[in-house]
């Protein structure tokens, strides 16, 4: 069936679930674990949901509906789905609950077999390529009073026009493609995302016209791997297993993606995560330099320094290799600032290897480093590898490179003293009311006293001083 008229079904359902409520005061709770790709997920469930007459509640003992949206990437996600389904059992048993999981984990089988035979109040569970059924598998458990579990695993489908209900007003996230073709070696993502489908540029641009006449001013564009947008589409226009419908005229890499939007009057702030060294091409890096409203700031996994590592991950690219794009990039793009993931402990991670990356993150200097203790997935070649590393080894490892990042960013941060800054505001500070919160375009977040109209703003302020993760400063001039 075409994805259009999926929708089409799944906004009948959306009003007879609304019918069925319509006399009722509902409440809603969702928590969402892992990455910005399936917060942007929730913001469709919530877009949903809300259409079906259910209010949000942060308080899931109070909440007639309960959805989680899980994540796989480590092992850590898991105990803590666990914890709270043991938490919802008697509050389900009290007050009715519906309690929805969907999302990356349960792409597993394993998972969804724990689900059934420990956790069998559980009434939803549907994966990361059914989302957009919610409608109708909510009116099925509440109209036919049965569980349901929807899951399916095929290759990715992109499914537009369904309702989203975003959880910030400066920053709209705008999910660009789903899935993943690279298969590092690690990781899980591809088997639970399916293969890479990118989105049409012409809904894309509809989507940031749209956010920027509700005045967002910041736009994130996500994927696995975004600087491969369009890759496999233009390929199989090129092979003639698809039309050349001539839609992909203007528009068919990722560099041109980012010029076009650069162009949308109101929008202030573009960036994107997550790009692959090994597809950063010079027409991207070209595109960044020349587009004002692209953030000098790019975020460029290196996962390890050591050739030998990056080869067993799969990753593509050597230490050199990943050390001249760097270089590359800063020649071509002046005041640039670079973030990373890396993870430590991999199977097979000598000492040496070990080395390597604390030599590629002395060298860089990174503004930010995302760190991860390598955890074993079920089904990626990384868990049957024979060498795996001990955990006291991983821990020491990883609290290595944790104190020389922290040393570095302690060091990058007296820079910033005395710099003027420019800053969009987002808010009020979460810790202090009577604090304004923003970033800078290298993403350090800045707080300051100053008047709430400057929410949405981008203002110049001084930076007075640092405490590790974030930055003080004052406006200057008054404004
Ligand atoms: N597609 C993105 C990010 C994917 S997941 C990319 O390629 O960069 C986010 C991060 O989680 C990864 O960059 C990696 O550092 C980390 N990660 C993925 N699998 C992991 C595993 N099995 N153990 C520990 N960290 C992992
Ligand atoms: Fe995982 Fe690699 Fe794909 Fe990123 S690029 S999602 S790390 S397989
Ligand atoms: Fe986790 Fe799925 Fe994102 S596994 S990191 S939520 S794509």
Not at 363 to 388: A, C, H, L, W
Not at 453 to 470: A, F, P, Q, V
Request: hydrophobic share 30%.
């Amino acid at each position: 069936m075409e994805t259009s008229k999926e929708i089409k079904i799944q906004k009948e359902y959306i009003n007879k679930v609304k019918e069925l409520n319509k006399t009722k005061r509902l409440q809603y709770s969702i928590l969402t674990m892992g990455c910005q790709l399936n917060e942007n997920d929730s913001e469709k469930l919530c877009g949903m949901i809300e259409e079906m007459k259910y209010t949000k509640t942060d308080d899931f003992t109070e909440a007639d509906l309960v959805i989680f949206n899980t994540c796989c990437v480590r092992e850590n996600a898991e105990d803590k789905l666990f914890g709270k389904l043991g938490e919802l059992k008697r509050i389900k048993e009290k007050k009715g609950t519906i309690i929805a999981i969907g999302g990356c984990m349960m792409q597993e089988k394993h998972i969804t077999k724990k689900i059934h035979t420990s956790y069998p109040y559980v009434d939803i569970i549907f994966g990361t390529h059914t989302l957009h059924k919610f409608p109708e598998n909510l009116y099925k458990v509440l109209e036919e009073k049965k569980k349901l579990e929807d899951v399916l695993d095929i290759d990715g489908k992109i499914y537009e026009g369904l309702p989203i209900k975003r959880n910030n007003n400066i920053q709209a996230s705008i999910t660009i493609m789903n899935g993943c073709n690279n298969f590092c070696s690690y990781c899980i993502v591809p088997y639970v995302r399916g293969r890479e489908r990118s989105r049409k540029p012409k809904d894309i641009i509809k989507e940031v016209e749209q956010v920027a006449k509700e005045g967002y001013k910041e736009i994130m564009l996500l994927g696995q791997n975004v600087n491969s947008y369009l890759r496999v589409e233009m390929q199989e226009i090129k092979e003639g297993k698809m039309e050349d419908t001539g839609e992909y005229k203007e528009i068919n890499s990722f560099s041109k993606l980012l010029r076009k939007i650069n162009e949308i009057d109101g929008i202030e702030r573009i960036r994107f995560v997550s790009p692959h060294p090994k597809d950063f091409t010079d027409d991207v890096i070209e595109a960044i330099a020349d587009c004002d409203k692209v953030c000098k700031q790019v975020h460029l996994p290196l996962q390890s320094g050591s050739s030998n590592m990056l080869k067993t991950m799969n990753r593509k690219y050597t230490k050199e290799q990943y050390l001249n794009l760097v270089e590359k990039m800063k020649s071509k793009i002046p005041n640039l600032t670079l973030s990373t993931d890396i993870i430590v402990g991999f199977a097979g991670e000598s000492e040496e290897d070990f080395e390597d990356t604390l030599d590629v993150v002395k060298k860089v200097k990174f503004e930010q480093v995302f760190m991860f203790i390598y955890s074993r997935r079920v089904g990626t070649p990384g868990d049957k590898m024979e060498n795996q590393i001990p955990e006291e080894i991983k821990h020491k490892r990883f609290d290595k490179l944790k104190q020389l990042v922290e040393s570095q960013i302690a060091q990058r941060n007296q820079e910033y003293i005395g710099s003027t800054q420019k800053i969009l505001v987002e808010g009020k500070s979460k810790n202090n009311q009577e604090m304004l919160t923003g970033r800078t375009d290298s993403n350090k977040v800045v707080i300051f006293e100053g008047s709430k109209d400057l929410i949405g703003s981008i203002i110049n302020i001084k930076i007075i001083s640092e405490h590790m993760w974030y930055l003080k400063g004052e406006k200057i001039n008054g404004k």
